[in-house]
Every structure is written in C-alpha cells, then in structure tokens.
DNA sequence: AAGCAGCCAATTTTT
DNA sequence: TTGGCTGCTT
C-alpha cells in the first residue's frame, strides 16, 4: 500500500492517518494531533522517512520544540530510528535555535559574540535598574507590568521606535521600552524575546544570510504549532521563504498559553498562507479510556471556533469519572489522600498518580494532607536549579569575567558576598559610568587606580576578580568554577549561614554540572566557558530532586501538558478557580480556561477524579463557591458522584471544619432565588469575606452577575 | 549589613 | 494566609 516507505521497523505501527503525515511529499502540511495521538512519534518518523528516502540531508531539516526536554527527546528518538549521529543537526527550542543563528552571526545581528542571555529574573532587574535611572515611579508604573508590556511587544515583533503610543501612560512605558533596549545592547545582554526579535530582523535585513538559510532549510518542522507566538510565526515565514516545506504539528484545543504571547490564529493562517491542501487529523487516542475521552471531547464541544476534531479510542471504556463534593478544601485533599491509600494498596505505584490544580495557592492543602498522611510526593514548580540565587551569584563571577560590559553582572556581586561596599560608592560609580559612557566595571577602575589585596572595598573587589581571572588560566571549567565558588567567599559564606548547607551543596553541584555539560556536548569547544553560560540561561534546569522517586506527583493544570499519569485527580473545580474568575475578564477567556480542563482531563490514562469544595480558604478568607460550569458540560451517562451534599448540611459542616465561633449567620443560601429592588429576580452564586464585610454574589436574570455588600443590600425571598 | 515590622497583592509561565 | 519587598532600626 505504502511504496514509498522504507520497509523498516519504526514505520510499520503507524496508523493510516499518520502514514499520511509522515510520507506527505512536495507540499506543507498542518497536522492537528489531538491529545496521545501519538503527535511526538509522528513528527520523528518524518524526520526519519526524509532522511531514509534521501529527501533531506540530516542537515538540511531543522526542527523547531518549545522545550529543552521536547528537544531532547525528539532527538533520543531519532538516534533509536536512524544508524546517524544526531549531533550538529538543527533541533532545537526556538531560542535555542535562534541563539544558535546569533551566535553564528553575532557582527551581523549587531551583538558582540559575547552577548549574555538574560531570564526573566534578569531581565526584571534590569527594567528595575533602568526606571529607577530614569527617576520613573514604580508605583504608577509597575516593573512587572513594564516586563510584561516589554515582552508583548517583542512578542509582536515589535521595536519600542515602532509602537504607536497615543496617551502618557503608554508614552511612558515605551520610553522605558527604549531606554532598555539601550541598555541591553550597551551591556551586551540579550533577553528572551531578543533571541527571537533580533533573529528576525537578522533574516529580514541581511538577504544573504536569510537566502542561505532558506536554501538550506528545505523542511522545517514545529511542535506545539498552537503556542507559536506572532514573531515565532513571522519568523517561520521568513526562514521558510517560498520554496521550503513547512510541517507544523500541534492542537488549537490544547492552547492554554495565550496570556504568554501564544496565538492559535496562526494555525489558521499557516493554512492560509502555505496553501496546506488538507489539515491531516489524527484522531486515534492511545492513552485513555473511552469514557475520559467522551469528557473531554462533552466539555470541549462547547468552545465556538474550533478547527474540530473528535477524539476516540479502541481501548475500552474504563471506569466512570468520579465525582467528589467536598464540604471544604480541607475534606476535599483528605478525600484525595484516602482515595490515593487505597490505589497505592491495589498497586498503582504513586508516581501514576498526578493531582492537578489550577493555581500554585491550592498546592497548600494538598501537601499539607499528604505529608501527615507520610505518602511521599512531588510539587513541580518553583525555583529550578540555574535559578538559585547561590547559583545565579555564582555565575555572575563568570559572566563579569567573561564581559567586563555586563553590568547585571557586577551589581549582582559587585558586593555580594558583603564587603562594605555601600550604595554611596556605587551611585559614585554609576555617576561616572553614566557621565563616561562606560561600564560599571571600567567606572570601578577608574576611581581606585590600584587594586588592593586587604579583604574590603572597591579595591579588594577589583583586585579579586582580576586575581580570579588570571587563575583561570590552564583551568578546565569545573575547575574554574570551583576556584570561583572558593575565592569569591560564596562558600565561606554560605558555610557560615544558618541554613545555608543547602545552598553549598548546589554550588558543588554547579561544579558537577559544568563536568557533565563537557562530557556530554561541549568537550571540543573552543569557548567552554561561554558555551555554559548560555547553556545555563537556556536550560533552566529541571534537575528536580528525587526525580525517579516513587512520589505522587502535584502540579498545575498548565504544568501537565504533555504528560500523562495512570490516575489524575483534578481538584477544587469551582467557579471562580476553575474557571478562574480573572479569566472572565479577559476576551476568550472562558474559551482558554475550558482548553485548561480539556488538556487536565486528557492527561488521564485510566482512572479520573474530579472533585470540588463548597467553602475553600484563599488569601486567608474562606470562600463560598459553586462547582464549575465545566462539571455540568459532562454527560451523566459517564460520571459517578460519589457523595452528595444538602447546601443545608453543607453550612454546619464548614463551621465544623474551621471552628469559627461566630461566624453570622447569612440568611440567603447558595442556589436560592432573592428579589433585589433595583435588579430585580436572580440567584445567589457565593460569599466572599467573614462577618463583619460579607458580600454575596448574585447572578439576575436582567442586570447580569453582581457583587453586593451583605450590610446594604436590599435584598427580599421570592 | 542584618534583622524586623509593616504594607501589598495574590492565575497560568515551555524559554 | 502567604510571600515579597521596602524602609527603618540596631
């Protein structure tokens, strides 16, 4: 039937839709890969089939992921398919790959080849230190609203000389835009959004540059199609040009990442705009029952704008979905626990099992259950290990020493650990690095002309980065790092610190870390030491602790794609949280909010819990809510509820539950019908606030949903 | 320079 | 309720 497959083992348990992706010749192709489709294993075939039917050099493709991890794995599987070495291939994360442009192109894209990535963290701090240079107010003027706004607009390919700005607010906000733009390129730091920015514009003015590409890249391939941002798909048209094949691959219904510049609409154009004859669908599920996929494909049915597509499965149905009403957060994560006991005891081993929440806040009273219950567990999330203030210090002795310009850099340490150097000193060297245009690390030179050796002041830190420097001479990088982490006094310091023994085993940890990165990929490179410093920019590290450990895993929604567990518990589905009451706000925001149910609920393998709790602690108030719409968009035929609750019963128990002696007694009860003088009829949702600042949210047939203080409201029974 | 009180905000976060 | 940040005190 397939002639033109090779007759090799990867090939032969593919399905049909999926043959037709992986062989499709002489044309660009959108793939939409719903949930376990097999999405990741499509995309390596391909590789493989062009590379095996000599369409394509390994050299001549480049593949584009949004992860490291995605990367990684794409390029394991390709080494299992093909008798190749992957190394030197184009595969890669967006910044990953552009990064790799820029570096090979640094004069050309105006950077010096020294040029530094900066995080987020980074980034915040330079937009920190480039308002308060610029005597804005932080208070009018937020720094992460400046980060987030300086990010859109990258987002959008767009420079701070480019925006139209109409009134002062957004006036302002572009002038720190721009002063920022100045001081990343004096400082030769590059942020997140720069990768991809400068790339761009790097293939948009320099035709040689973009001519060779074009040439070379006869095939481009993109996971997760559906989170590409504007400048992302800009620059795929670019690198495309007219006469390369694009081959996109990714899920309108699992795009959970628009508030990050993601834009589904480019599924759309690109079938537009690289006339793709037919969006291929591969519909075939591996991963779930029957019944979890008829819920997720029940609750994604109510999003208008879909491309569409139907998810099933030869599996089976499985279990029902269950349900679970708690009366409080508390009896909910207790439920969790007991239900979790009782698998483990049937044998699923716990790190099958994830227990998903919308937001971070909720993980509380979760961990808080499972650690008195001594089941070992997991949250992901949180700092990752090149995100560690002992491992950013530390990279910064590197990163001054290899760019005397990096400013960042040198405030990050300049003083740290302490060496009484105050903000007197260094506004003096601001004073002169702004009067002489240079940096802070020429402006130190200038004030004292001798570096001194006693163990204070300007002169000592002079003296020791100098000092550093010239010992790293002969060195290999573990060894360089090492000497830094021992002359820097970090360890001393940390030594020193109360709970610091962490801290100093993560920075022998950055030793080994620079040991393991020459083993793997960079034992022949001429610039080792530059070479980890973007490395540890691009690869945040999610070197977890206890990562193969037997641990129920906890995290986000959002933190869940991609994977999948045996059992998912998908809990405090409330209205409100999930969907987030934020997200109302927003313009298809509800849509986004059923995508995130959509992709929770698809993580599932076997068995699926749903749960939510009628009163909930948050921001240390307690909460009234109703379960979420999302639970009334799943057939009956497929659900089990396993417990119910009278709303009646349900307020005793809640006082029970948190001991509040007085609370007062609210005489309007959840799902009751009031009459408001002026709003007429309608139905209470929720509370908000404690006794004396109790407001209730009322949802009226006429004037829509409303907020009202309990004190004032005019409110009569029906 | 470290330690503490007071204030404020509080979805989601692949790089 | 919690964490992060600021600004004040020692």
């Not at 259950?369 to 089941?375: E, G, R």
């Not at 006429?702 to 203080?709: M, Q, V, Y």
């Given at each position: 039937?397939?002639?033109?497959?090779?007759?090799?083992?990867?090939?032969?348990?593919?399905?049909?839709?999926?043959?037709?992706?992986?062989?499709?010749?002489?044309?660009?192709?959108?793939?939409?890969?719903?949930?376990?489709?097999?999405?990741?294993?499509v995309?390596?075939?391909?590789?493989?089939?062009?590379i095996?039917?000599?369409?394509?050099?390994?050299?001549?493709?480049?593949?584009?992921?949004?992860?490291?991890?995605?990367?990684?794995?794409?390029?394991?599987?390709?080494t299992?398919?093909?008798?190749?070495?992957?190394?030197?291939?184009?595969?890669?994360?967006?910044?990953?790959?552009?990064?790799?442009?820029?570096?090979?192109?640094?004069?050309?894209?105006?950077?010096?080849?020294?040029?530094?990535?900066l995080?987020?963290?980074?980034?915040?701090?330079?937009?920190?230190?480039?308002?308060?240079?610029?005597?804005?107010?932080?208070?009018?003027?937020?720094?992460?609203?400046?980060?987030?706004?300086?990010?859109?607009?990258?987002d959008?390919?767009?420079?701070?000389?480019?925006?139209?700005?109409?009134?002062?607010?957004?006036k302002?906000?572009?002038?720190?835009?721009?002063?920022?733009?100045?001081?990343?390129q004096?400082e030769?730091?590059?942020?997140?959004?720069?990768?991809?920015?400068?790339?761009?514009?790097?293939?948009?003015?320099?035709?040689?540059?973009?001519?060779?590409?074009?040439?070379?890249?006869?095939?481009?391939?993109?996971?997760?199609?559906?989170?590409?941002?504007e400048?992302?798909?800009?620059?795929?048209?670019?690198?495309?040009?007219?006469?390369s094949?694009?081959?996109?691959?990714?899920?309108?219904?699992?795009?959970?990442?628009?508030?990050?510049?993601a834009?589904?609409?480019?599924m759309?154009d690109?079938?537009?705009?690289?006339?793709?004859?037919?969006?291929?669908?591969?519909?075939?599920?591996?991963r779930?029952?029957s019944?979890?996929?008829?819920?997720?494909?029940?609750?994604?049915?109510?999003?208008?704008?879909?491309?569409?597509?139907?998810?099933?499965?030869?599996?089976?149905?499985?279990?029902?979905?269950?349900?679970?009403?708690g009366?409080?957060?508390?009896?909910?994560?207790?439920?969790?626990?007991?239900?979790?006991?009782?698998?483990?005891?049937?044998?699923?081993?716990?790190?099958?099992?994830?227990?998903?929440?919308?937001?971070?806040?909720?993980?509380r009273?979760?961990?808080?259950?499972?650690?008195?219950?001594?089941?070992?567990?997991?949250v992901?999330?949180?700092?990752?290990?090149?995100?560690?203030?002992?491992?950013?210090?530390?990279?910064?002795?590197?990163r001054?020493?290899?760019?005397?310009?990096?400013?960042?850099?040198?405030?990050?340490?300049?003083?740290?650990?302490?060496?009484?150097?105050?903000?007197r000193?260094?506004?003096?060297?601001?004073?002169?690095?702004?009067?002489?245009?240079?940096s802070?690390?020429?402006?130190?030179?200038?004030?004292?002309?001798?570096?001194?050796?006693?163990?204070?002041?300007?002169?000592?830190?002079?003296?020791?980065?100098?000092?550093i420097?010239?010992?790293?001479?002969?060195?290999?990088?573990?060894?360089?790092?090492?000497?830094?982490i021992?002359?820097?006094g970090?360890k001393?310091?940390?030594?020193n610190?109360k709970?610091?023994?962490?801290?100093?085993?993560n920075?022998?940890?950055?030793?080994?870390a620079?040991?393991?990165?020459?083993?793997?990929?960079?034992?022949?490179?001429?610039?080792?030491?530059?070479?980890?410093?973007?490395?540890?920019?691009?690869?945040s590290g999610?070197?977890?602790?206890?990562?193969?450990?037997d641990?129920?895993?906890?995290?986000?929604?959002?933190?869940?794609?991609?994977?999948?567990?045996?059992?998912?518990?998908?809990?405090?589905?409330?209205?409100?949280?999930?969907?987030?009451?934020?997200s109302?706000?927003e313009?298809?925001?509800?849509?986004?909010?059923?995508?995130?149910?959509?992709?929770?609920?698809?993580?599932?393998?076997?068995k699926?819990?749903?749960?939510?709790?009628?009163?909930?602690?948050?921001?240390?108030?307690?909460?009234?809510?109703?379960?979420?719409r999302f639970?009334?968009?799943?057939?009956?035929?497929?659900?089990k509820?396993?417990?119910?609750?009278?709303?009646?019963?349900?307020?005793?128990?809640?006082?029970?539950?948190?001991?509040q002696?007085?609370q007062?007694?609210?005489?309007?009860?959840?799902?009751?019908?009031?009459?408001?003088?002026?709003?007429?009829q309608?139905?209470v949702?929720g509370?908000?606030?404690?006794?004396?600042?109790?407001?209730?949210?009322?949802k009226?047939?006429?004037?829509?949903?409303?907020w009202?203080?309990?004190?004032?409201?005019?409110?009569?029974?029906?």
């Amino acid at each position: 039937m397939n002639a033109s497959l090779p007759n090799q083992n990867q090939f032969i348990d593919l399905n049909e839709k999926q043959i037709e992706a992986v062989t499709l010749q002489n044309e660009s192709a959108l793939i939409l890969a719903g949930a376990g489709s097999g999405k990741t294993k499509v995309l390596t075939s391909r590789i493989s089939w062009l590379i095996q039917t000599n369409v394509v050099s390994p050299f001549g493709l480049i593949a584009v992921t949004f992860t490291n991890k995605a990367a990684k794995e794409m390029l394991q599987r390709i080494t299992m398919q093909l008798p190749i070495n992957t190394r030197g291939m184009w595969v890669g994360t967006f910044h990953g790959l552009c990064n790799r442009f820029l570096k090979t192109h640094a004069r050309d894209a105006d950077l010096p080849d020294t040029f530094q990535i900066l995080d987020s963290q980074d980034q915040l701090s330079l937009i920190k230190r480039t308002m308060k240079t610029m005597n804005v107010d932080d208070e009018t003027y937020a720094p992460k609203q400046v980060q987030h706004y300086i990010n859109g607009c990258k987002d959008e390919g767009l420079r701070a000389a480019h925006v139209d700005t109409y009134d002062t607010h957004s006036k302002k906000l572009n002038e720190i835009y721009l002063e920022y733009e100045k001081q990343c390129q004096k400082e030769g730091l590059v942020d997140f959004g720069e990768l991809l920015l400068r790339c761009y514009e790097l293939f948009e003015k320099n035709v040689a540059i973009r001519q060779h590409y074009q040439d070379r890249f006869k095939h481009i391939l993109i996971d997760e199609f559906q989170d590409t941002s504007e400048l992302q798909y800009k620059w795929l048209k670019l690198l495309a040009g007219n006469s390369s094949f694009v081959f996109a691959v990714g899920d309108d219904d699992q795009s959970i990442y628009s508030f990050r510049g993601a834009r589904v609409g480019n599924m759309k154009d690109m079938e537009r705009d690289f006339h793709v004859k037919q969006i291929i669908k591969l519909e075939q599920n591996y991963r779930s029952k029957s019944n979890i996929l008829n819920t997720a494909n029940a609750i994604i049915d109510h999003n208008k704008n879909r491309l569409g597509k139907n998810l099933w499965t030869s599996a089976g149905e499985g279990d029902p979905i269950r349900i679970y009403t708690g009366h409080t957060d508390i009896d909910e994560a207790k439920f969790i626990v007991d239900e979790i006991k009782m698998l483990h005891r049937e044998g699923i081993s716990l790190n099958h099992i994830a227990i998903l929440y919308r937001s971070n806040a909720q993980s509380r009273v979760l961990e808080h259950n499972i650690f008195s219950s001594n089941l070992p567990y997991r949250v992901y999330g949180g700092l990752r290990f090149f995100e560690r203030a002992e491992i950013k210090h530390a990279i910064a002795y590197l990163r001054l020493i290899a760019n005397k310009n990096d400013d960042s850099a040198f405030l990050r340490i300049v003083n740290f650990p302490t060496r009484g150097i105050g903000s007197r000193s260094l506004e003096s060297l601001q004073d002169i690095s702004r009067r002489d245009g240079c940096s802070l690390w020429h402006a130190a030179q200038k004030t004292s002309n001798q570096a001194s050796a006693i163990k204070k002041g300007l002169p000592y830190f002079i003296y020791l980065i100098k000092h550093i420097e010239n010992g790293f001479e002969g060195l290999t990088l573990p060894q360089m790092i090492d000497l830094i982490i021992n002359e820097s006094g970090l360890k001393d310091h940390y030594t020193n610190e109360k709970d610091g023994l962490d801290r100093v085993s993560n920075l022998n940890e950055l030793v080994s870390a620079a040991a393991t990165f020459l083993n793997n990929d960079n034992n022949e490179s001429s610039n080792p030491l530059g070479d980890f410093l973007n490395y540890s920019s691009l690869e945040s590290g999610d070197m977890q602790a206890s990562e193969g450990a037997d641990a129920i895993q906890l995290m986000t929604i959002h933190s869940s794609k991609g994977l999948e567990f045996d059992v998912v518990f998908i809990s405090g589905l409330e209205e409100g949280l999930c969907p987030h009451e934020q997200s109302l706000f927003e313009s298809k925001g509800l849509e986004e909010e059923r995508r995130l149910m959509y992709v929770a609920v698809t993580r599932a393998r076997s068995k699926l819990y749903l749960s939510y709790a009628l009163s909930r602690m948050l921001h240390g108030q307690t909460r009234y809510g109703m379960p979420s719409r999302f639970l009334e968009e799943i057939p009956e035929s497929l659900v089990k509820n396993i417990n119910t609750i009278s709303f009646k019963n349900n307020v005793d128990q809640i006082e029970e539950n948190y001991s509040q002696p007085s609370q007062q007694k609210h005489t309007w009860r959840i799902g009751e019908s009031v009459m408001h003088e002026k709003f007429g009829q309608g139905t209470v949702l929720g509370y908000e606030g404690n006794s004396d600042d109790l407001r209730i949210q009322i949802k009226f047939n006429k004037a829509g949903t409303k907020w009202l203080a309990m004190e004032y409201a005019k409110l009569f029974k029906r």
